[in-house]
């Protein structure tokens, strides 16, 4: 399984530990090292707390450079989209983290595997080990490559109400037309995909997908707002 894991990092993120260690420390949980007590382990935590300060640091650090006219208030709860339990456990299934996680047997039968809490606390493990490992550089790397992207995927915009802002923006001069449609949606029931076109008098001004209808609606009206040259105001 080390090597499956190994091969992972290697061939989808560029990322080969020096130190293997670290590594399986990041994915060892208390209840493993309990039942292995002649092996000498260490389980994630340590590496959590410094992992989420570091991850924390990235994010500030990318979206303050990203949105330099975006006021604090913004960029705070664009943060905190970034950096919660729901974002991480999302973030740590993409990368089939759940199955490499070394656990009691006990907690291997309670699912604890696929528990979002621990896959929130393996997610700032992992970070934490290859800041330590390989430093912040490849921190960076591996967030440009599974995390920032997201920013224009609307995974962060049901934090930002985008549908009213468009709404107070063009009815400024009186009522207009506003309509959302459904054009496309597909995938399986656990992971739907959803492709929305919102319109404003019968115009197409912005198409936006999601993984629920709301949150395409968000990223539609997004789009729309860049479309009219509209910065966004709300959430200062």
Not at 199 to 209: C, H, I, K, M, P
Request: glycine letters at 6%; one cysteine or more.
């Amino acid at each position: 399984m080390q090597k499956k894991f190994d091969d992972i990092l290697s061939e989808k993120y560029n990322i080969k530990f020096n130190d293997e260690s670290l590594l399986d420390e990041a994915f060892t949980q208390a209840s493993y090292v309990n039942e292995h007590p002649d092996q000498d382990l260490k389980f994630y935590e340590r590496l959590e707390f410094l992992g989420d300060a570091v991850y924390q640091l990235v994010v500030s650090d990318y979206i303050f450079i990203r949105h330099p006219e975006m006021p604090q208030g913004r960029l705070t709860r664009l943060r905190a989209a970034m950096v919660n339990r729901h974002s991480f456990s999302r973030f740590a299934r993409e990368c089939q983290f759940n199955e490499f996680i070394r656990l009691g047997k006990g907690e291997e039968k309670a699912g604890a595997r696929n528990r979002d809490s621990l896959l929130c606390d393996i997610f700032e493990s992992f970070i934490g080990a290859v800041y330590l490992d390989q430093g912040i550089e490849t921190v960076k790397h591996f967030c440009n490559m599974v995390i920032f992207p997201k920013l224009d995927q609307g995974w962060f915009d049901e934090f930002f109400d985008h549908k009213t802002e468009l709404q107070e923006a063009i009815q400024i001069n009186g009522p207009v037309k506003i309509e959302y449609k459904l054009l496309d949606e597909n995938g399986p029931d656990n992971d739907r995909q959803f492709k929305v076109a919102v319109y404003v008098d019968d115009q197409e001004l912005g198409v936006g997908e999601g993984q629920s209808k709301k949150n395409a609606e968000q990223v539609a009206a997004k789009g729309a707002l860049n479309r009219l040259g509209i910065k966004d105001q709300k959430l200062q």
